[in-house]
């Protein structure tokens, strides 16, 4: 459905969308009111007022409503406020007036991406802008990013091969955009290459060695080929770069389960356990977050296991069996008293 809703947006008659002729901008006595109510959208986007940037390009698009860059930065404001409809809607009509609007289209199919459009329909808008622009790095890597989280349905997998691929180019043309690499890394380690996948992450750290993520992927590989000492280390900089982010320290928790550093574990757990929590308080329910809590409760009871540490073993078990890890369950009939 939403493919052929994009062919629409893109195939529509542009006359009726044309942006105005001088002539037209001459004997228009609403164009200057209405770029002056554009200026005033853009000022209060760059301070951060979303909502007032809104009611200002509203106001510019009533006076005149050919104003592309209006419906542009208009999308953008929305997306803030997460008026994720609005957006897509905004950039569609960005599209009908511009159809060689090349950031209208990357920006329409990240927001389909992320609100879990069909593949192909995220997929087609950025590929008409890589047909626009053929040697912009980032949108290899935007339809690379698509590929790596989404299921092929002619392929019947998840295509990281075609990702890399798409990578391979983006890195031609941009060679020192670590995320290129961090990204190439991760699909490589999902196609089972370990070790071209260490060397992408690798480079990644000599371009940007403050950026936490880099030192998490290099860890995860080191997790994988049973390096924990090694995991460890990188989970511990990511973190002394970055504290508040609870996969890492889940990944951290797990690699000194791992390397027998209990105590250690419980610590990172812990701290993962504080900040999902944390999460769950201030944003929307999210069931991802769930399972990380659950599983996080579980792993704490593990380690407080292996310290014969029932008591608090056992209350981590039982919570998470409350938030509806049935797994638990198991946990609670072998180690603590019905």
Partial sequence: MYKLVALVFLLSPLMAWAQLTADQIT????????????EQGKAKYQEGDYRSAVIAYNKALELEDSLVDAYFQRASAKSFLEDYEGALKDYSTVIRFDPGNVSAYYFRSYLKHELGFQRDSSLLDINVAIDLAPNDAKLYARRAYIKAHTFDLDEDKINHTSAIADLDRAIEIDGMNQEYYRQRGFSKSQNGATLAAASDFEKAIAIDPGNSDNYNERGLIRLKVEDFRGAVEDFSKAIEIRDDQEYVFRNLGLAK?????????????????????EELRTHKFDRAYKFKLTNA????????????????????FSKSYELGEKRALNYLKKYCRP
């Fill in 27 to 38: 004997t228009n006595s609403n164009y200057p009111r209405a770029l002056a109510y554009l």
């Fill in 257 to 277: 389960y791992n390397s027998k550093d209990f105590y250690g574990a419980i610590e990172g757990y812990g701290m993962a356990i504080s900040i999902i929590s």
């Fill in 297 to 316: 409760y579980i792993m704490r009871g593990a380690s407080f296991i292996a310290l014969r540490k029932t008591y608090e073993a056992c209350a981590d």
